[in-house]
């Protein structure tokens, strides 16, 4: 009927097509339909790839020899996946095909892959997808031009940039994959999560689509409102804002930091803790606070620190250390023009400074009046003075002594030389001190006892004053008394050195506690607290300069 090598070739044009339209499918090669539409499998073996319908088939053994063209209303079948196009090349050797235009794969109702370009190796059971890919999971969808899709591993992964997403959380990096098994994805490179309250950044991200957690592995920002969080290692919980970091990791607030060892956040409760090696930095008011666990509360910015708790000011040059068992910071009418803060330190106090040392149980420091209070044995030294009472005030003017009120049992004592000391004592004692923070002033008001050496120009000592009055003024300047008023007149003697009296040398309530002392920052981690008989009632701290030389004396 048909003549000649045309004749030939359209008889084989026509059995190809003949093969298409039959109800069983398109065989060819490694390409074939088994009984019931199920997979021929063979233990061992890789499975074929099936097509299961098309409208239309040729070969072009010039072109494309070893080629099938499909065209029309392609579907295949491999395993459980369906695959369709509206065109393909299928090579039978390799067990394998290219699927052209609108191509999509369906696994069950759970998993639907989409794109423009398809190559389907069915060997090693890899989907290579390309040009507006989308991966759909679920809840989750993958976005992408370049998406390979491993079926041993169920497991899809882009490299040229690609976005997920779902009902909670968009996630964008150059390089993803997603399990629709596992419903984890990991992310690398410019990998940036976001939601309606929360911006995440990081070089490494693992994400589970179910419990929305953000595994931190690499450097990450956190931006949450008015928060900040510097990750190298923890998660994020996107469902309910709650954090646990580790490695150093930095909690950030309107320029106060907390950093630890490891690290606690529920944005929603508005709290945060740290453990380990704390550091809480307020670069506002230049204070830290330091401990093994540290606890601040942002919505009434409450915090507190334990376990070898150190509160640092830093506002000056040199930097005050206390250390207390706790430390506390409340914050009172947040939010209004009345706000003020108190700090708290309990028990076992310890403060050092290079040129102040203390030691008391409780310590307070309030903004409402800028008050320093020391109670319960408060101790103080300056140099070679020292200074308690019951309890002690220190005001301050923008961080620095205003003035200071000794309360009850107040002793003041200079160290002079040798065993020799200057002493005074009173109900109280109020020491004022000029702009820059030099003491000018002493009232010493009820009961005073003093006990004091007066010197020679060449620093001979001339003999021992003791004196007893109701009111003692004392002045100073170049950090020298200049003057000493006592009111209404004192009630003493001044003894040669060599008749000093046994029983004047000493005020009655003497006492020099100078093993008591930080010697250093790290020296108020060690407790020297007074010994029982040493202790007075009640327990608050200031700087006091006693006479040396050239003082004139005044009697009212």
């Known amino acids: 009927m048909f003549k000649g090598r045309h004749g030939a070739i359209l008889c084989l044009l026509c059995l190809s097509v003949v093969c298409v339209m039959s109800s069983s499918g398109l065989y060819g090669g490694l390409f ?49 996946m369906y695959m369709y196009c509206d065109s393909a090349h299928v090579y039978n050797k390799t067990n394998s095909f290219e699927a052209f235009g609108t191509v999509r794969m369906e696994q069950g109702d759970t998993l639907f892959i989409y794109g423009d370009y398809l190559f389907y190796d069915g060997i090693v059971k890899l989907a290579k997808l390309r040009n507006n890919v989308k991966m759909i999971n679920r809840n989750t969808t993958l976005m992408t031009d370049s998406l390979n899709y491993d079926r041993v591993a169920n497991l899809g992964y882009y490299f040229d940039e690609g976005v997920l997403f779902d009902e909670s959380n968009t996630l964008t990096s150059y390089w993803g994959e997603y399990s629709p098994e596992t419903k984890i994805a990991r992310f690398n490179e410019n990998v940036e999560l976001t939601n309606d309250s929360m911006l995440l950044t990081s070089d490494t991200l693992i994400y589970n689509t179910t419990t929305k957690i953000a ?24 469902g309910n804002d709650r954090a646990e970091l580790l490695k150093r990791s930095v909690l950030s607030n309107e320029g106060k930091t907390m950093t630890g060892d490891s690290l606690f956040y529920d944005k929603r409760a508005g709290y945060g803790e740290a453990f380990r090696n704390v550091v809480m930095n307020d670069t506002v008011n230049k204070n830290i606070l330091t401990g093994e666990y540290c606890y601040y509360d942002q919505n009434t910015e409450y915090a507190y620190a334990t376990e070898k708790a150190v509160a640092v000011n830093y506002s000056q040059k040199d930097s005050m250390f206390m250390h207390s068992d706790t430390m506390k910071l409340v914050t009172y009418n ?100 000029d702009g820059a923070g ?19 120009e060449d620093s001979t000592y001339i003999g021992m004053n003791y004196s007893e009055t109701s009111v003692m003024n004392i002045y100073v300047a170049d950090r020298q008394m200049y003057k000493l ?62 006479p040396k030389r050239d003082i004139k004396i005044e009697e009212e």
């Open 438 to 456: 030099e003491l000018e002033k002493v009232d010493i008001l009820g009961n005073v006892l003093a006990v004091y050496y007066l010197l020679e």
């Open 334 to 433: 947040l939010g209004t023009d009345s706000m003020y803060r108190d700090m708290i330190g309990y028990h076992k106090v310890s403060i050092f400074k290079s040129d102040m040392q203390g030691i008391c149980d409780s310590i307070r420091f309030s903004s409402v009046d800028t008050c320093l209070t020391m109670f319960y044995d408060p101790v103080i030294w300056t140099s070679n003075q020292q200074i308690l009472g019951e309890k002690i005030d220190i005001f301050l003017n923008d961080s620095t002594i205003d003035w200071a009120h000794i309360y009850n049992q107040s002793l003041a004592v200079e160290h002079v030389d040798s065993t020799f000391y200057n002493q005074v004592s009173g109900k109280e004692i109020k020491a004022y001190f």
């Open 485 to 546: 008023v006592m009111s209404p007149g004192s009630n003493g003697n001044i003894y040669p050195m060599n008749q000093r009296p046994e029983d004047k040398i000493f005020l009655p309530s003497f006492l020099w506690l100078e093993e008591l002392r930080p010697k250093s920052k790290d020296d108020i981690f060690v407790w020297k607290g007074k010994r029982e008989e040493d202790k007075l009632k009640d327990k608050p701290q200031i700087e006091l300069s006693l």
């Open 32 to 80: 074939s339909v088994g009984r019931n539409g199920q997979a021929d499998t063979v233990a061992g073996r890789p499975t074929k790839v099936y097509l299961l319908h098309a409208d239309k088939a040729r070969a072009d053994e010039q072109f494309l020899p070893g080629v099938q063209i499909l065209i029309g209303h392609i579907k295949f079948r491999h395993d459980s």
């Open 215 to 238: 595994n931190i592995v690499g450097p990450s920002d956190i931006y949450n409102g008015g928060n900040h969080i510097y990750s190298e290692l923890g998660y994020y919980n996107t």
